[in-house]
């Protein structure tokens, strides 16, 4: 089955984006389903790296299940509050504080999406964010602010 689809990385990552936008898409292996329907063949391996060079990461949809999503597909559904809200209520395990700093803990892989979502949210009380794979570092506005705005992840995460 051949398709108008050029063998490039920047045209799978294209469809990778659409088919993530349109289907509930739960798998890798799923996703490979997909892609060699429309004439694409890709490894685990090159899948892996392009969910991730793409951004895509695993949110619970409506109906409970694990599905990918982008950034693009999260950002059109809710405004950043709520967006900041919802991620650290799924991915945030733990923050602690100190002078200005705080450090935020999430699942392998979660930090960077985290951060673009705290960075996106514009808080007066942070500054900037430093994230690795599974920590974020979140600079204080306050010298003195650390602890409290460790609070306050923990208190989006919880919907307070």
């Known amino acids: 089955m051949s398709h108008a689809v050029p063998q490039t990385k920047a045209a ?13 898409v739960e798998s890798q292996t799923q996703l490979a389903v997909l892609l060699e329907e429309r004439g694409i063949h890709a ?3 090159t899948l892996s790296r392009d969910l991730d060079e793409i951004g895509a ?6 109906d409970g299940r694990l599905t990918y ?46 951060a673009m979502a705290i960075d996106t949210h514009d808080d007066p009380d942070v500054l900037g964010t430093v994230a690795g794979d599974d920590t974020i ?18 208190d989006r995460a919880s919907g307070l």
Do not use: W, Y
Request: charged share 20%.
């Open 43 to 45: 490894t685990q391996a």
């Open 12 to 24: 799978r990552q294209a469809l990778i984006r659409t088919l993530i936008d349109v289907s509930a």
């Open 57 to 62: 990461v695993k949110v619970r949809n409506a």
């Open 69 to 114: 999503a982008t950034q693009a597909i999260l950002e059109s559904m809710e405004d950043t509050g709520a967006r900041l809200n919802r991620l650290c209520a799924e991915l945030l395990h733990s923050a602690a504080g100190s002078a200005n700093l705080t450090v935020l803990r999430t699942p392998a892989g979660a930090a960077q999406f985290l």
């Open 137 to 154: 570092l979140v600079i204080a506005a306050d010298p003195l602010g650390g602890e409290r705005l460790a609070q306050k992840f923990l």
